[in-house]
């Protein structure tokens, strides 16, 4: 890859895009954006918020939007939100300009990374394990199509790191 293009991290929630781009960035001399916290910017409200008032289908559009611009821009690292590869346009806008890395993790351990946090729409209400399960099932042909995956499990945010800039320079 060309040191100018981009990096988009891309995976289930709990996988390590949001930590692990920081850090990558900060490595490569790169900004990082999270996907997420632009969106919430731009429409001045938090995601779960967007998804009860105007639903998952609007989020999706916004998302959609943000991808191609951002897929028109380089030297970024960008932590894409976890359900941008349910549309093959975002993966595919984003693979012209950078490299797209898939991470992932198991289901224990996204559980235990994400326990505590009340943001994540997706997992609402009780039961999260079925629910972590059941979407990354749904979206697992989605994820497993994108050609460069690191498993984030039982490795350190710097052995990611490391394993992506290799990529990224390979």
Known sequence: MKKSSNIVLVGFMGTGKTSVGKR???????????????????????IPRIFAEEGEPFFRSLERKLVHKLSAETGLVIGAGGGIVLNPKNIRDYSRTGLVVCLSATPEVILERVAGETHRPLLAGDNKMKKIVDILESRRKFYNAIP???????????????????????
């Open 24 to 46: 990558l960035a900060e490595r490569l001399g790169m900004t990082f954006l999270d996907m997420d916290d632009v969106i919430e910017e731009r429409e001045g409200k938090s």
């Open 148 to 170: 460069c995956q690191v498993d984030t499990t039982n490795l350190s945010i710097e052995e990611i790191v490391d394993k992506i800039i290799t990529l990224y320079q390979s």
